[in-house]
């Protein structure tokens, strides 16, 4: 018999084999209905493998992320199957599933597929789903996987396949379709009973520009038809919330094609939106300790083949830039750290000067391709809230913990209310990705778990996500939507420290290494600001909002008035603009609430006649007149308020 430890602690036996499936049917028929795949140890199973030792099982269903991982994975098996039943002859690149649903890459030969064959393959989906096609996972060998996609003439399964270690490959079979896969995937297909396809775009195969472009199908599968309905009111919020949307409409960024694809224009309203974000952090950054530092836009390459940023960004990065020196050549900086580094190492310092703290709203590049290019959230051109802590080894700890301060200072600021904090660690298994000894790396890695416990942040740990250069704690916002957002990062690095050199005098008068924390709260500002409109609907904070009063003439004859008006409310420092157009009193007020202005103040001959305002508040309606000194009390105490949580 074995041992299976369940999340309880408690302990069952049973016959060697024994299938998580057939675990849960001994708890109850009822979760057993439930069950998708199972976690066993640390690595995530089907439901129908077989165990053969003591384990610890964790029964997954909707409920965990990675059961509807599992059934999003199995959903791009089903779409597959779908579309090579419908198309024959296709062939297929990739299918994972993502954070919401799954998508896969497909050569679809000569044939173009279109917006409106979704809806043929999400019917095809749903009938195969209702033959109840188990997932079959077989273990096959490297020159039987050549083989069967050999036959099948798939060059890009065999790509894969050629890439692979012989002794851990596997098929999974569901119905008439074979996968190259890993896996883990549902019993079988019955379990997804809603589907939708959200969108068909371009992709090139495996990400290079270079290659051949896939057709990419996006879609979202559910156990119940009611989880799909209320997934497509909140799609249908989110379309109404795409910050591409409203930055256009509320006149806060645009792009131009001259100017070049990913690269932003921050026009008037926004920047004197991202302006107040960015004096907002430099007033807690000074409060902190930290100290302004500029530097350029660019650096010489040597400079980012000493930091490892030139091995490891060289191809997200733009082409190096020469000079008419021979041999000299410069790169558009992918990265502030290692400008930071020389600013430290510009001079000597002792124990006693640490920490030093530099912060910098500092603007990279990075190549990104075209294909993943996303209004705000995609860019190549970016600024990093970005700050580098150079501290003794028994620093680490505190500054990392006042770092949090900050960032739940700035959430609690902005609303973000919900959000998970994720450690990112290191692959084990691709120890090439990164740079350092193991033994740094451990030292930082156990740091940071140490911090997440001492300060009760319930930090969930994720291999294979760390910087190239040290781990990382991630904050990952959800927005008013339930989107996950990384905004805020903090990240312990003693390898830079290492390859630039750096030092410091100790108390014992010797030479030591400081440690380096990489820290950004927004993370990029365009990324934040493209977050923030989303969350609130580009209705900001009544102390970040480019206008938040709005005058409202009934007629030219109010002008004069109105005029007076706005400056009576300047002189206060509010924000007050005037509508001076011949338009109705009643298009102005339904504009000003498209433009998501606060507050409207309604003026004509009674108001004029006794110094007063008609306010009304956006989305809430007339809230009556109010004296002049009167309403800017309401709006300075108000933002008052507000300020008290900044």
Known sequence: MINITLPDQSVRQFEPGVTALEIAKSISEGLARNVLSAKVGDEVWDATRGIFQDSRVQLLTWNDTEGKATMWHSSAHLMAEAI????????????????????????????????????????????????????????????????HFTTKGDEYKLELISELEDGKITFYKSG??????????????SFIKAVKLTSIAGAYWRGDEKRKQLTRIYGITFPKAKELEEYLVLLEEAKKRDHRK?????????????????????????????????????????????????????????LYKTSGHFDKYGADSFRPITTPVEGEAFFLKPMNCPHHCEIYA??????????????????????????????????????QDDAHIFCTPDQIKSEFKAVIKIIMRIFKALDFKDFITQISLRDPNNPGKYIGSAENWHKAETAIKEVAEEEGLNAIAVEGEAAFYGPKMDFMVKDALGRKWQLGTIQVDYNLPERFELTYTGSDNEKHRPVMIHRAPFGSMERFVAVLIEHCAGKFPLWLTPEQVIVLPISEKYQNYAEKVSQFLKNSD???????????????IRDAELRKIPYMLVVGEKEEAEGLVSVRKQSEGDLGTFTLEAFTQLITEEVRKLQENV
């Open 246 to 302: 409203l930055g256009k409409e509320l006149e806060l960024f645009t792009f131009s094609q001259k100017v070049g694809a990913g690269l932003p224009l921050w026009l008037p309203k926004g920047a004197e939106l991202r302006e107040r974000l960015e004096q907002y952090l430099k007033k807690v950054q000074k409060e902190a300790g930290y100290q302004p530092v500029i530097t350029p836009h660019i650096g010489n390459v040597n």
């Open 346 to 383: 510009s001079k000597p310092h002792s124990y006693k000067d640490l920490p030093i703290r530099y912060a910098e709203f500092g603007t990279v590049y990075r190549y990104e391709q075209s294909g993943e290019l996303h209004g705000l959230t995609r860019v190549r051109g970016f600024t």
């Open 84 to 147: 090579e039943q419908l198309y024959p002859g296709v062939k297929f690149g990739i299918g994972p599933d993502i954070e919401s649903g799954f998508y896969y890459d497909i050569d679809t030969g000569d044939k173009v597929l279109t917006e409106a064959e979704l809806v043929v393959i999400e019917k095809k989906m749903l009938e195969l789903a209702r033959e109840k096609q188990a997932y079959v996972r077989t273990e096959v060998s490297k020159d039987e996987a050549l083989s």
């Open 574 to 588: 509010i924000r007050a603009l005037i509508d001076d157009r011949s338009e109705k009193t009643g298009r102005k």
């Open 176 to 189: 008439s379709f074979t996968d190259l896969c890993r896996g883990p995937h549902l019993p079988d297909t």
